[in-house]
């Protein structure tokens, strides 16, 4: 809420956590004040059972897990609420279709970051200006246009 207490006017820097490292440790970085960052991944809240991780965010077509490559999803909106759906609406949808539809979420205040498997971020047009990657990370850009 409100702004950093370093400077009048001053956004927060808000760390994007590294879901392969330990918590606290930032891949990337955004500015924001006065809105949410809410995150769905597959870091925290998942099983592993016989060699396999079963995460939290289940396909209502399956009834399994979803295996779409995707390690995480942040949403950045003035509600939490809106973080909450929207993060797991745009998991569900893949990295494609999520970023897709995120980024027709334009002109509401809602911005998204999508973390992959394999190292790469992709990040919703309204943040490109300012999500800083963390020097000496292993995640690189995405590059591919939804």
Known sequence: ??????????????????????????????????????????????LMSHGHKYIYLFDAKTGYPYDNNLASVTIVSKQSVDGDALSNAAFDKGLRGGLAYMNKKRGQD?????????????????????????????????????
């Open 110 to 146: 809602i911005e998204a970051i999508f973390v992959t498997n394999n190292n790469r971020v992709y990040i919703t047009n309204g943040l490109k200006s300012d999500f800083k990657l963390v020097k000496g990370t292993n995640y690189r850009p995405g590059n591919f246009k939804a």
């Open 1 to 46: 809420m409100g702004h950093s207490p370093k400077a009048a006017g001053r956004k927060w820097t808000i760390g994007i956590q590294d879901p392969k490292a330990s918590r606290g440790t930032a891949l990337g970085t955004i500015h924001a004040a006065n809105m949410s960052v809410v995150t769905a991944g597959t870091y925290e809240q998942y």
